[in-house]
């Protein structure tokens, strides 16, 4: 997920649903798209997925902001290099997290960046966070603890892990964001844009080597082998989940607060549980629905009494 803090214009309520639609309806792919990639990956296809997932999209992005690339300075490159660097492990965590591991479970666990962004914060800048804070963030960490136990309490799963590795990873992507100069003064277009092909170069680099090497396949026998199920699902998550998302972003913080931009992607942990649930045929269990409970509770009043 990615959040653009540009100043936005305040609508009149009466018109604000024609701006909040959009946006929910991000969410709503956002919170889909772990069952959709757990749909179409294997172990073996992780790379190579991911190469075809972002490489549909970066020429649209290319051509779009063909103009505040070349504008981009040397330093802006770098900033924007690092952060896809950083975005290729954020993406790898997450689809091998999603494939040994329930599309539930995964879009609850990578909630937990909302808590961790502001701990991470705290440390950096020496100050010490709001008990409501703290208390919000002990609620999310027991909720986790549940919905990793819905068939008793047992070690969590490796995907589990991976997920939880994952939101540490956004963290510090967000991290880098708000702290790297360079890149503080750059237009959102072209930040992604170099942020995604610096994320594809190090997944086909990957495909190319240690993939193969450990059973992998590349991009391209795996686009062979898609049937037209596969296919949908990449397209939902190349089309929908990435390029549509982000030109939604960039259209709404422009006609209403990024506040409320952020309430609104934050509901994306429930459709990712609705999607599971109702569209994977997911279970929880008692203490796993306690345990999504206690996540999304804790969540959205850290949310609150951090912003």
């Known amino acids: 997920m990615s959040s653009i803090a540009v100043p936005g214009a305040v609508v009149a309520p009466g018109r604000a649903w024609h701006t909040d639609l959009p946006v929910l309806l991000v969410a709503v792919c956002w919170g889909a798209s772990y069952l959709a990639a757990k749909d179409i990956t294997t172990p073996r296809t992780v790379l190579a997925v991911l190469v075809l997932r972002f490489a549909l999209v970066l020429p649209v992005l290319a051509v779009a902001g063909r103009r505040s690339l070349r504008a981009l300075t040397g330093a802006q490159w770098r900033g924007a290099a690092l952060l896809g660097l950083i975005l290729s492990g954020v993406f790898l965590l997450e689809t091998y997290g999603v494939v040994h591991t329930s599309a539930t479970n995964a879009g609850l666990i990578i909630s937990l960046t909302m808590i961790f962004t502001p701990l991470a914060e705290a440390a950096v800048t020496r100050t010490r966070p709001t008990p409501p804070f703290l208390g919000a963030a002990a609620l999310s960490v027991l909720g986790v603890v549940l919905l990793t136990q819905g068939g008793g309490f047992t070690r969590p799963s490796a995907g589990d892990l991976l ?48 993939g193969i090497s450990t059973g992998g396949t590349t991009p391209w026998a795996t686009a062979v082998d898609f049937g037209p199920r596969e296919w949908a699902g990449l397209l939902f998550l190349s089309a929908l989940c990435t390029l549509f998302a982000f030109f939604v972003q960039m259209w709404a913080v422009r006609r209403t607060s990024p506040s409320r931009v952020s309430l609104l992607l934050g509901t994306e942990p429930l459709w990712a549980a609705a999607a599971g649930i109702a569209l994977g045929g997911e279970r929880l269990g008692a203490l796993g629905l306690a345990g999504g409970a206690l996540v999304l509770a804790g969540t959205a009043w850290g949310r609150r009494t951090a912003g």
């Not at 503080?184 to 992604?192: F, H, I, R």
């Open 163 to 210: 997920m939880l590795l994952a939101a540490l990873a956004r963290t510090l992507h967000v991290l880098a964001v708000s702290r790297i100069r360079a890149v503080q003064s750059a237009d959102a277009l072209p930040l992604t844009t170099v942020q995604l092909g610096t994320a594809v170069a190090v997944f086909a680099l990957l495909s190319a080597g240690t």
